[in-house]
């Protein structure tokens, strides 16, 4: 469950970054058009906005991770690995009850 929200949260950071993406170049392609840059200007310009964009998407990715860890945590919502060792023990406490009532039955 924690996996599909995040994804789908982060899936929707994507979806915004791609339409101010697409702004972006819009208003770039305005101001080419109405003189106030020069299209040489515009390439290196927009290019270095959007590494900028995707480095904040990063940063912003990053600790969001970080905070939903701690809620999770926080709420003692236990994580893959201990549901697996959850998982482990109980196969091993069934496989234990299934030979003791062998043996008894």
Known sequence: MEN?????????????????????QQ???EWVSDGRLRQEDAKEFLDDLLFRLREEQGNFEEQ???????????YDVPNQTEIEALKSRLDRI???????QE???
């Open 64 to 74: 969001f991770r970080r905070q939903i860890k701690t809620v999770l945590k926080e």
């Open 103 to 105: 043996r008894g039955g």
């Open 94 to 100: 069934e496989y234990q009850l299934r030979q003791l």
């Open 27 to 29: 208003a770039v392609d």
């Open 4 to 24: 599909n929200v995040l994804k789908q949260l982060l899936l929707m950071g994507v979806g915004a970054t791609a339409v101010i993406t697409e702004r972006l």
